[in-house]
């Protein structure tokens, strides 16, 4: 039976996802939270799968991109089916005509149950880690590296928009939201210019527990000369110069390039997240 989370399913919650913290093949993307007063209010929201009286599965839905994002489904010894039937009805009640799941690539079960119900991937995503350490790299001649504190959205729109090979999540934002986001105490972004020309960009994100490079793009014409790697050095010294314990950068798929480099700046590979879409009929 697929129900509504209850207080009283906040411990079996907790046991689920502890269980899946055990090894990578049983991840997804799941709440955060990791004792029953955190799960109170991250699971509000959120379904259970109820079997013989105890928690198998969860599940939730929450607005992402032009749709809906998947927590879960995570299940333990059960069919996920009923819990993605259940956001699929949510998802036709909401009027989103997107999901979206994000398995561990490793998750083979899960990942065959998406397909069965539908869901096709689109890419991998690839996250590293490096502990603090000089990663320092000399800028290449005639390039300099500013960090940007006054946003001036259209600039960062078109820079955004060349060094960008396959998204557009940023494009959709109004210039009010980059601008309220880049003001953030812990969002950081630096720009690379030839002359008086950006030609690449790189944005951090810090927390207690770690920094993150969100982003990272260069435009083509610009590419192959080191400006990527300066870039990626210029927040790498800022993140480990307020206290940063980590640091952690992404790649997907088909960014061949930067995969090799994290390799061989000894990158350590820490997790893969494999995205799923399923496109809903009106």
Not at 45 to 67: M, T
Not at 135 to 141: F, G, N, Q, S, V
Not at 265 to 271: C, E, K, R
């Amino acid at each position: 039976m697929v129900r509504p989370v209850r207080q009283e399913d906040l411990g079996g919650l907790l046991e689920l996802l502890r269980w899946m913290d055990a090894d990578p093949a049983r991840r997804v993307l799941a709440p955060e939270a990791r004792s029953e007063e955190e799960l109170l209010w991250a699971t509000d929201e959120g379904w259970v799968l109820e079997q013989d009286g105890h928690v198998a599965g969860y599940a939730a839905l929450y607005p992402f991109r032009q749709g809906g994002a998947l927590e879960g489904p995570l299940v333990q010894r059960a069919d996920p089916a009923p819990l993605l039937e259940r956001a699929d009805e949510e998802a036709r009640l909401r009027g989103w005509h997107t999901l979206y799941a994000f398995p561990h690539e490793a998750n083979a079960a899960l990942r065959t149950a998406l397909e069965t119900a539908g869901y096709a991937p689109l890419h991998t995503s690839y996250f590293f880690t490096t502990p603090p350490r000089d990663l320092a790299y000399p800028l290449p001649a005639g390039v300099r590296i500013e960090r940007v504190v006054d946003l001036d959205p259209e600039v960062y729109c078109d820079l955004y928009r060349a060094s960008e090979d396959a998204w557009s999540l940023r494009l959709g934002w109004t210039a009010l939201e980059l601008i309220e986001h880049f003001q953030r105490p812990d969002v950081h972004l630096w720009y690379a210019f030839k002359g008086n020309h950006p030609v690449g960009l790189v944005e951090l994100e810090t927390t207690p527990e770690a920094a993150e490079i969100a982003y990272l793009g260069v435009v083509p014409a610009a590419r192959g000369r080191g400006v990527g790697r300066a870039l990626l050095g210029a927040a790498a010294a800022h993140a480990f110069a307020q206290g940063a314990p980590l640091l952690r950068v992404r790649a997907h798929d088909h960014e061949k390039a930067a995969i090799a480099l994290y390799g061989r700046l000894g990158f350590t590979l820490a997790d893969a997240v494999v995205t799923y879409a399923k496109e809903r009929s009106p």
